[in-house]
């Protein structure tokens, strides 16, 4: 029998596809493995679970990260290319401001206080303007862009910044950005050096965010076979001590580099890194699931945590409730390149 030959497109369709797959899954997966260790220590979390090596409660399920990122997942889907600022702010009052949901839950300060600008009828990009406009909220909702985007960081480092206007403000949109382009490049096949190249190419070589993902990666690149000391190495380099956010986003973003960094795009090393340096680990461990799951595909995450993902409670975004991460990587990557 004559063999037949793999269609090209469909062959590249089926590996963006399990990327994107990996992409999302990889980020609910790291939400879910940190948010135990959230707003934690590592001598906390060390004192409590020794060294986090899976999953420590019963029902682990993702926080407001996996929630926010499927709402930016929709909205990019609905929109792609010609996302604009108007249909970003139009989405967050028609699933978020507008519904009589009672207090806001789970959520970041960045996400209450657009919330409360919007609500008051400012618009974007005053309703940006609060406290918090420099935390990781951006960030962890940002890899649906880089899926969408696939190849194209510049692209996607455009699109999450029309996300982010509504949001977040300098730092904040530049941690958006870095993670949106460095999925975008991981789901091309670049290699870990080149993932962290293309994040660093969208934002200001002079911002905090940078110099962060700089010093993270820096410290990565001691050879430490001790994960403890890796992590406490890479922590070292860019948290600031007795600072009390731990949500600002040029540290998670540079903590998720670092991590991602250290362990050579590995799922699990990498996401085990994260969270087990505490602080967002919720969001720094999302990132980097999100950048080593777009490199590798969903094969590479483990089977019992994948497994253990199911569609969003709601519990922040009541209006998420039923999605799963899987359906918007399907949205996310049509069939044929059509884009």
């Known amino acids: 029998m004559e063999a037949i030959a793999c269609d090209p497109v469909h062959g590249e369709a089926e590996t963006l596809r399990d990327r994107a797959q990996g992409a999302l899954l990889g980020l609910a997966v790291g939400d879910a493995l940190g948010a135990p260790a959230e707003n934690m220590r590592p001598s906390e979390i ?4 020794g ?6 409660t019963d029902s682990p399920a993702g926080t407001d990260d996996t929630e926010y990122a499927i709402f930016s997942g929709l909205l990019l889907a609905r929109h ?3 996302l604009t600022v108007a249909h970003v702010e139009k989405a967050w009052h028609h699933w978020i401001a507008d519904l ?3 207090p806001f839950r789970g959520a970041g300060f960045s996400e209450r206080g657009t919330l409360e600008n919007l609500r008051r009828g400012l618009a974007a990009p005053i309703s940006a303007q609060h406290r918090h406009a420099w935390s990781d909220g951006l960030a962890m909702r940002a890899a649906p ?3 969408f985007a696939a190849g194209r960081p510049a692209e996607a480092a455009r699109l999450v910044a029309i996300d982010g206007c509504v949001s977040h403000d300098g730092e904040g949109i530049y941690g958006g950005q870095a993670v949106a382009a460095g999925v975008a490049a991981a789901m091309s096949g670049a290699g870990v050096t080149s993932v962290i190249a293309a994040a660093l190419s969208v ?3 002079d911002s905090w965010t940078a110099r962060s993902i700089r010093r993270a990666v820096v410290a990565a690149q001691r050879v430490e076979r001790d994960p403890l000391i890796r992590e406490r190495t890479v922590r070292s380099a860019v948290v600031i001590g007795g600072y009390p956010w731990t949500d600002l986003a040029p540290e998670a973003v540079g903590l998720a580099f670092g991590a991602f960094a250290a362990a050579r795009g590995d799922f699990r090393t990498a996401v085990l890194t994260a969270v087990n340096m ?7 461990a999302a990132v980097a699931g ?6 590798s595909g969903a094969s590479a995450i483990p089977e019992e945590w994948s497994s253990a993902i199911g569609p969003v409670r709601g519990s922040c975004l009541p209006s998420m409730r039923g999605y799963h991460v899987l359906d918007i990587a399907e949205l996310l990557t049509p069939e044929e390149e059509s884009r």
């Open 278 to 284: 505490g602080r967002d680990a919720d969001t720094t």
């Open 290 to 295: 999100a950048l080593s799951g777009a490199m």
């Open 80 to 82: 792609g290319s010609a």
């Open 51 to 56: 060294r986090i090596e899976g999953f420590v």
């Open 203 to 205: 934002v200001p070589m």
């Open 100 to 102: 009589d949901e009672g």
């Open 46 to 49: 060390r004192r409590r679970w």
């Open 145 to 147: 862009f880089g899926v």
